[in-house]
């Protein structure tokens, strides 16, 4: 299935020298407008996905990308700018997946049910983080060391994953607050962004002690999580 954008916006932004550059948050420097441009940018982003996997990111080049794909390099520029630019859509597209199969999750569970919620949450996560390629190397917005933050390479990793959970913690905001009958506002807001940003850092643990992610550290994760969530969704 081709990847259609969930922003379909031209980023209108002119190319930068080298490959350290930034992406404006994943969008496209074109949008596919026709289904064989939207395949094209499918298989140029599950090319760079198995190329994370296989050789990781400072050995990734936009060539390689293009071979993989069997599109002209070329194909490659008219989408990105960079090799920065396409990692960053391609965690944009983890992002869309990840909430669509969160979306499809919670539509059989019953409504309210907020500890079900929590547990389709974590669970398409580890899901996605052991079986999709690419997203061990990059989920969201992984950072990926100074020579791919270019002239942002002072801000470290710190800046990186604030702004991917920004992210994240946005979309699921919206999705609790659907399945919760509630509005999205700055109190959930709030409250699900210190959630993720908790379980971040300790799956990121779990998944530096255990490829598969430590069973023990996730079950903590989870029971961490329900605890906190409760005052807010019970």
Known sequence: MEYVPHDRTNANRAPEAGDGG???GGRLRRAPVQRRSAERLTRILDSCAALLDEA??????????ASRAGVPIGSVYRFFDNKRALVDAL???????YAERVTDRFAVLEPGDWRGAVDVVLDEYLAMKRTVPGFGAVDFGADLGPAARGRGAARGRGAVAKNANQQVAGR??????????RGPDASLHRTVLVAVEAADALLQLAFRTDGEGDAGIVAETRTLLLAYLAGALG
Do not use: F, I, K, P
């Open 22 to 24: 930034g992406s404006a």
């Open 91 to 97: 965690a944009r597209r983890n992002l869309d997946r």
């Open 56 to 65: 990781g990111y400072e050995q990734l080049t936009t060539r390689a990308v």
């Open 172 to 181: 699921l905001t919206v999705l609790l607050a659907a399945h919760l009958g």
